[in-house]
């Protein structure tokens, strides 16, 4: 991939064709590096990159949750929420089975299976958040409302510190 290329990704495409406004970032991925790296890389706080969370609940069900990067998701408190007995991250095979995206590159936009989108109640306070475009190194600066009017997602109190 070129430098300045943006890559098109079943996210972007969805995004360009639903005309939400969004700005492309790309950045230098580093296996294992998460919202810490790309927030550097950005220059941003790592408050506003939101991390989109594979999981599954109890009877194996998947749902995404959205959540900031300098915070860890409460599968107690969110299984709670959700009225199951338990929530875990999916491994990541599953998660690219469900997604469509590899893990380090999922986007919330155009998964490939539908899913109930959860988000930390808290980013809909932020300006402007940076979430991942559908690949590894590429994040999009988007408006929560953006998110909101796309995904509806089912605003959650279970975001807790790293």
Do not use: W
């Not at 959540?67 to 690219?96: F, W, Y």
């Amino acid at each position: 991939m070129a430098k300045n290329k943006i890559p098109v990704s079943a996210a972007i495409r969805l995004l360009k064709q639903c005309k939400a406004e969004f700005t492309p970032h790309l950045y230098s991925y580093e296996e294992r590096g998460g919202t810490t790296v790309s927030a550097r890389e950005l220059g941003v706080d790592e408050h506003q990159v939101i991390k989109t969370l594979a999981m599954e609940d109890d009877q194996r069900k998947p749902l995404i949750v959205l959540m900031h990067g300098d915070q860890e998701v409460s599968t107690k408190e969110l299984a709670r929420s959700v009225g199951v007995k338990t929530i875990t991250p999916c491994n990541p095979n599953i998660a690219l089975k469900h997604t469509g995206y590899q893990i380090g590159g999922t986007s919330p936009f155009a998964t490939r299976k539908a899913m109930p989108v959860y988000m930390e109640t808290t980013i809909t306070a932020l300006p402007r958040i940076y979430i991942n475009g559908g690949k590894r190194g590429f994040l999009i600066g988007i408006t929560p409302q953006v998110v909101i009017d796309l995904l509806q997602p089912v605003m959650v109190k279970v975001g807790i510190k790293k």
